[in-house]
């Protein structure tokens, strides 16, 4: 499948859960984006339409030889631990248009162990 097309059809499907996902400040929504490199996190407040939180693997102190599983699992407990600092225990989780596996689903299984409720 051409590049173009399938970055398209994820951008339909993050235009769809957006219309029905919204973040607070008191529940921000954790929205997640994935390249082919690296991954990113964020804690958005639509309300006010700021960042409340952002996490990414180029942050990460030590990668060495791990596999992008791994690293996702580590920018998972990284979100959380920024976002149980600003005392925030309770996210909505927005995957943008990806499948929940591999990558993804790692992430939202280590913020989940982090302490944060989706």
Request: glycine content about 6%; proline content about 1%; charged content about 40%.
């Amino acid at each position: 499948m051409d590049t173009k097309i399938k970055r398209e059809k994820r951008f339909i499907r993050h235009k769809r859960v957006r219309a029905k996902v919204k973040g607070t400040a008191a529940i921000p929504r954790l929205c997640v984006f994935r390249s082919a490199n690296y991954i990113y996190t964020q804690l958005i407040d639509d309300e006010k339409g700021h960042t409340i939180a952002a996490a990414d693997d180029r942050e990460m102190k030590s990668k060495g030889k791990k596999t992008k599983i791994e690293i996702a699992k580590e920018v998972g407990k990284l979100i959380a631990e920024k976002a149980l600092k600003k005392k925030i225990k309770k996210v909505v989780f927005d995957k943008a248009g990806y499948a929940y596996h591999g990558r993804i689903k790692a992430l939202a299984d280590k913020a989940r162990e982090e302490g944060l409720k989706f």
